[in-house]
């Protein structure tokens, strides 16, 4: 009682069902977000010497290894495109999303204090992992485009197609970590499988050859990953790559729908339990 009233109670209820996205309540923790974001960044670099300069590094270096041994060595064609360049184009999208999905997986394990002490939109913080590595994937891009001039490599009418494609690697990471961030809470055997699973996804994803060196029949069949038609679509808009099949496209695309929509449902379902499972 405080002057003869009644002390206002507030009561937190649970949303209606999966199929509520909370939309209105993440708008409302945009603040929060921004904050994980920049903690996220922040703490990924403190007391490191190169900071964000490691963003361009790790694909920089790897870039320089797949020309090495798979350019060189092996020759591996790259659809009439320099291998360098090639290659780097894969590597941007690709260790965005496997950075990402890594650091979502734990984002909810990795914030329990918090989740255990205040309420919040969950799905904030495996969506906060996966924008600070955006950050990484913009410095990375930067180098991407200085190196496209240096082995002559201009964009053609195709680049108005790029928003699609990057919408779709975005799509894609975020579905797969919100399932792996809402998995891993259940079963914490996620923390080991994720490498392992991105090591795999990475040889099944047109990174180091294109899919042009697939049997034909089968070409079609790779949008089942939806990053390959992430990678491929990102050669076709900035280095004029042959266009992917429209059938790899829509394959893609559908399937990263879905594993997005899955993992949203997913995540929704298990979500109001976190608190006291993690």
């Not at 893609?252 to 979500?271: D, K």
């Amino acid at each position: 009682m405080i002057g003869g009233g009644v002390e206002p109670v507030r009561v937190i209820r649970p949303a209606g069902g999966a199929a509520d996205l909370r939309l209105a309540e993440l708008w409302a923790h945009r603040e929060l977000f921004g904050f994980l974001v920049r903690r996220d960044v922040t703490l990924r670099y403190k007391q490191t010497t190169l900071g964000v300069l490691w963003a361009v590094l790790q694909p920089a270096l790897a870039m320089v290894v797949f020309t090495l041994v798979f350019g060189r060595f092996a020759r591996i064609p790259s659809d009439g495109v320099p291998y360098a360049v090639f290659a780097y184009a894969g590597l941007v999208p690709w260790m965005f999303f496997a950075a990402a999905i890594a650091q979502a997986s734990q984002s909810l394990v990795a914030g329990a204090n918090l989740v255990t002490k205040v309420y919040f939109p969950r799905a904030i913080l495996p969506a906060a992992a996966v924008a600070s590595c955006a950050v990484d994937f913009l410095v990375a891009f930067g180098l991407l485009a200085l190196l496209m001039p240096l082995y002559g490599v201009v964009p053609g009418p195709a680049i108005a197609a790029f928003p699609v494609f990057l919408g779709l690697l975005l799509l894609v990471t975020a579905g797969v970590g919100v399932w792996l961030a809402a998995l891993n809470v259940a079963f914490r055997d996620v923390r080991y499988v994720v490498p392992f699973l991105t090591q795999f996804w990475l040889f099944v994803t047109p990174v180091i050859y294109p899919v042009s060196v697939l049997p034909e029949a089968l070409r079609p069949a790779a949008g089942l990953n939806p990053m390959a038609g992430v990678v491929e679509g990102f050669r076709w808009t900035l280095l004029g790559a042959p266009r992917p099949s429209a059938g790899l496209l829509a394959l893609s695309a559908a399937v990263g729908l879905a594993v997005f929509i899955t993992g949203v449902l997913y995540f929704r379902r298990v979500e109001d339990h976190v608190a006291d499972t993690v």
